[in-house]
C-alpha cells in the first residue's frame, strides 16, 4: 500500500544547531515534493518545492534534498531558532494530479 | 489580506444538524480543495474543484457536498453530522499548473457533540 512516513517523534534540537527532518514514501512515484510549516491553530504554510529531477534546493536556512532511488527526502534547517518550532509536514504530488498526499508532520522544537 | 479565508473558525453543532463552512480566495487561483486533518494531524484531501468543476473526489460519505459558485468561492456543506466528523477542515487554493504551492485558510474546528 502507498505509505509516506515522517518521523512521528517530536525532535528536540539546541538553538543554533541544525535540525534534520525525514520523510520517506513507498509505492509512490512522485513529480514533486513539497515542505510545509504548520503552527497550532493555523493552516499549513508552504516552505519549498522540488522536482523529482532535482536533487537538491535551498531557501535562506533551508534546504531539501530528493533522493527518488531511496524514496526519501531529508529536510534541514541550518542556524535553528526557537521560532522554529512548528510542524513540518511533507506532501508528495504526483504529475497530472494536482493532488497533495501529505505525511503526519513532525514536531520540532528548538530550545534557545 | 487575507489570501484563504475561511469561515467560521469554530464550529460547535449537535449530531444530526447540517452545517455549512464557506471559503474564499483572492489569489486568482483556478483550483480549490477541501482537506480534513484529524486528531492524528493527518491532513487528508476530500475534494478538489478547477474552474467551478469537481476534478477530485475522494472516499468522502456523500453526507458532504461541495459547492462552488465561482472560481473564488468553495463551500462545503455536511448534512447529518456526526461524532465523528469532528476535525479541523481547510480550504486550500493553487494554480492548476504543475508543481506549484498551496495556500491553506486558517481552518475551521469542527466539534460535534
Known amino acids: 500500500s502507498q505509505k509516506i512516513e515522517q518521523n512521528s517523534e517530536a525532535l528536540n534540537i539546541q538553538e543554533g544547531k541544525t535540525a534534520t527532518l525525514t520523510c520517506n514514501y513507498t509505492?509512490?512515484?512522485?513529480?514533486?515534493l513539497q515542505w510545509y510549516r504548520q503552527d497550532p491553530g493555523r493552516g499549513p504554510v508552504f516552505l519549498l518545492l522540488?522536482?523529482?529531477?532535482?536533487k537538491e534546493k535551498r531557501k535562506e536556512r533551508l534546504k531539501v534534498t530528493f533522493d527518488t532511488t531511496l524514496k526519501q527526502s531529508l529536510f534541514h534547517i541550518t542556524a535553528s531558532q526557537p521560532a522554529d518550532s512548528a510542524t513540518y509536514l511533507c506532501?508528495?504530488?504526483?504529475?497530472?494530479?494536482?493532488?497533495?498526499?501529505f505525511g503526519q508532520g513532525t514536531t520540532l522544537q528548538v530550545k534557545p | 489580506d487575507t489570501a484563504v479565508s475561511q469561515t467560521p473558525k469554530y464550529l460547535v453543532t449537535q449530531m444530526g444538524n447540517d452545517k455549512s463552512i464557506k471559503c474564499e480566495q483572492n489569489?486568482?487561483?483556478?483550483?480549490m480543495y477541501w482537506y480534513k486533518q484529524d486528531s492524528k494531524k493527518f491532513l487528508k484531501i476530500m475534494f478538489s474543484?478547477?474552474?467551478?468543476?469537481?476534478?477530485i473526489n475522494e472516499t468522502v460519505p456523500n453526507r458532504f457536498s461541495p459547492k462552488s459558485p465561482d472560481k473564488a468561492h468553495l463551500n462545503l456543506h455536511i448534512n447529518s453530522l456526526e461524532l465523528g466528523d469532528s476535525a479541523v477542515y481547510f480550504c486550500?487554493?493553487?494554480?492548476?499548473?504543475?508543481?506549484?504551492?498551496?495556500?491553506f485558510g486558517q481552518g475551521t474546528r469542527l466539534t460535534v457533540v
Open positions: 486550500a487554493s493553487s494554480s492548476s499548473d504543475q508543481g506549484t504551492e498551496a495556500f
Open positions: 509505492n509512490y512515484s512522485p513529480a514533486y
Open positions: 522540488i522536482r523529482e529531477n532535482e
Open positions: 506532501a508528495l504530488e504526483r504529475s497530472n494530479t494536482g493532488k497533495l498526499i
Open positions: 489569489l486568482g487561483h483556478d483550483t
Open positions: 474543484y478547477n474552474n467551478k468543476e469537481l476534478i
